[in-house]
């Protein structure tokens, strides 16, 4: 048996994993697919366990779970404990409105079980709006725990039947088609939180990293390999290398191409990506293998503990917090300071003490002994997991006021939606014009502090609109204002979804002259999307696109930027400046600085009939 070697190239992966993971949190319009830092994590999570309880079986033919266990915990709950302990006490001492379900989500992650617990709450990786949950990265760590915990057995049996290894990494690698199988099939492009979380859905990534242990394992690889083969290794490494760049750049956790294959082949690339490093010979190991990339990996676990907490507070507690250079940078420092402690006060010094030692020599005094504590503490873990796990009736999160007035106008919107279909044949728009204000229109002109000839003008067109929940929130004031407009909005709804929506909506009835289009609150407008929307809108309609005021959001800006070019290229297309009027007056707003309050609300509006009027040429 070869002596255990360590793989410096690995501390170079986890950096780069880690990089991904930031980069995606601070900068989710650029590195959309940053997010590829957690299965690279998971892949080498898996290749890593595997290879070395191999190797323990190997040298004693058998695996002591137990120590495994002991091991497990050492490195990674310490580290943990101290995070949940700071962050919870943060969140009692200013951030109050976190308080709610806290100690379930304290308590599955404790218990690794909080990926369940945020498949049946609805916490999304990807869509958060004020109060956005400071545990939520931590969904990775139950997975890698239930694997840890189930893993030892599982792989104790299978060597015990002494198959051909090559064969066990082929079942392996069945295994893992049939995890991305299931992601694919179990995926709803209205709340991806099974696909995303799920323990099923996501271990195909720690079984090609287990498969791969098998196929290449560590102390087998030698570094006296013939130059062509060097130079293949290294070939293959850079080309794996580029594409999880390329990948980290560019892959959409959002898009269903995402579930429905290309996050598997991204693993797969990325495990190709693992072997070549494991590799002695290779160059890449090598070049992984630096201060700066071994400083990063070696901290990457307290990195990434800490990174989305200190995120989430910063921009909390930052007043006119807006994602400049410096703020990111700042941010970084204070990441890197914390894990620096954390790296040094907590892990560091948990794993020199030999506390755990003494009291597995003590447990393993009787076999029997081991076993009963084993399968007890198991069915606690599963019992709990599961009680706190299943959302229970009257235990469901109490709306926030702003979720319950966006529930109220989704229904108050899809009556006054029938109605308006109902009378569209015999509608004012078909009618003809009025030029007087009766009382009630001119009690509602002075309300919105609206020009009555553009008011009259407004009131009488169709109009259809598109939007998210920002849109949502001002639906049944623009439906005051003109009861002839049909409003589709939804809350979470995102750029790329629209086009579809509309071409439906169009394919069932002819869309209205005019259409209102609110989108990008949720994520970036890219060009093609915006080029379907228009067209689908065609050259005869007047499009009113509500640019965005989402100052917490790195995306504001560059969906902003994008509706200004279009202006040029669509004469069709006319820019509602929402951003403009709306950075001034932070009392028009809710909360979260995003949805609007009854005022910000009315001025929407009013903003909207000003801009139709220009255009129209009603003064």
């Known amino acids: 048996m070869r002596k255990r070697r360590y793989i410096t190239g690995f501390d170079g992966l986890r950096a780069i994993a880690v990089i991904g993971v930031i980069a995606f949190h601070l900068l989710p319009t650029h590195i959309v697919g940053g997010w590829l830092g957690v299965p690279l994590f998971f892949v080498l999570s898996g290749y890593l366990i595997t290879d070395l309880l191999i190797q323990e079986y190997d040298r004693h033919d058998k695996i002591a779970p137990w120590q495994f266990y002991a091991r497990r915990l050492k490195r990674l709950y310490p580290a943990l404990v101290v995070l949940l302990l700071i962050t919870v006490t943060i969140i009692f001492l200013f951030d109050r409105q976190l308080i709610y379900n806290l100690r379930y ?12 617990w945020a498949i049946g709450h609805g916490e999304s990786y990807f869509q958060q709006f004020g109060g956005a949950s400071p545990f939520t990265h931590l969904w990775s760590l139950s997975i890698e725990g239930q694997f840890y915990l189930i893993w030892p057995f599982v792989l104790w049996g299978i060597l015990k039947l002494r198959l051909k290894r090559q064969y066990v ?86 898009s269903p191409a995402t579930y429905y294959g290309l996050m598997y082949l991204m693993t797969a690339i990325m495990a190709i990506l693992i072997a070549v490093v494991a590799h002695p010979s290779s160059w890449l190991s090598q070049g992984l293998d630096n201060p700066v990339m071994s400083y990063l990996g070696t901290r990457s676990y307290s990195i990434y503990l800490y990174q989305l907490p200190v995120f989430i507070f910063y921009e909390k507690f930052m007043p006119n917090y807006r994602p400049t250079f410096w703020h990111l940078f700042l941010e970084v420092i204070i990441v890197l300071a914390v894990s620096e402690l954390s790296y040094r006060f907590v892990e560091t010094t948990f794993r020199r003490q030999d506390y755990f030692k003494r009291q597995i020599a003590h447990l393993s005094e009787s076999r029997n002994r081991f076993f009963i504590v084993l399968a007890a503490a198991s069915a606690v873990i599963v019992l709990i997991g599961y ?40 509608s004012a728009a078909k009618k003809g014009q009025s030029t007087h204000l009766s009382p009630e229109q001119q009690a509602l002109v002075k309300n919105y502090g609206l020009q009555p000839a553009q008011y009259l003008a407004f009131q009488a067109m169709p109009f259809q609109a598109f939007g998210d929940s920002v849109m949502l929130d001002a639906a049944p004031y623009l439906q005051e204002v003109n009861p002839h407009m049909v409003v589709d909005a939804a809350v979470g709804r995102q750029p790329y979804q629209t086009p579809k929506i509309m071409a439906q909506a169009a394919a069932a009835q002819p869309l209205a002259d005019n259409l209102l289009i609110g989108l990008g609150t949720n994520g970036t407008i890219k060009k093609q999307d915006l080029d379907q929307i228009m067209a689908i809108a065609g050259k005869k309609r007047q499009v009113y696109w509500m640019n965005n005021f989402v100052q917490s959001r790195p995306w504001q800006d560059s969906n902003n930027q994008l509706l200004q070019t279009a202006q040029k290229t669509y004469k069709n297309l006319h820019v509602v400046d929402w951003y403009a009027v709306a950075k001034q007056h932070g009392d028009w707003f809710a909360d979260d600085g995003v949805h609007q309050g009854p005022l910000g609300d009315r001025q929407y509006v009013r903003l909207l009939v000003e801009t139709v009027g220009r255009v129209s040429g009603v003064k």
Do not use: C
Request: charge should be positive; hydrophobic fraction near 50%.
């Open 387 to 426: 009680g706190l796990l299943l959302p229970q009736a009257g235990q469901a999160r109490p709306e926030t006021a702003l979720e319950k007035k966006l529930r109220q106008n989704q229904a108050a919107v899809e009556k006054r939606n029938a109605l308006a279909k109902k009378n569209s044949d015999t």
């Open 169 to 254: 990494a082929l079942g392996l690698l069945g295994l893992s088609v049939i995890s991305a199988v299931l992601m694919a099939v179990l995926y709803d492009p209205s709340n991806i939180n099974r696909s995303y979380y799920g323990a099923d859905t996501r271990l195909f990534a720690i079984l090609l990293g287990s498969a791969l242990a098998f196929i290449w394992p560590a102390t087998h690889l030698n570094p006296a390999v013939h130059p062509e083969v060097k130079r293949g290794l290294d070939i293959v490494g850079g080309v794996a290398l580029a594409i999880t760049v390329i990948g980290f750049l560019w892959l959409n956790g959002q």
């Open 105 to 116: 989500v304290v308590l599955t992650n404790l218990l690794y079980v909080y990926n369940f």
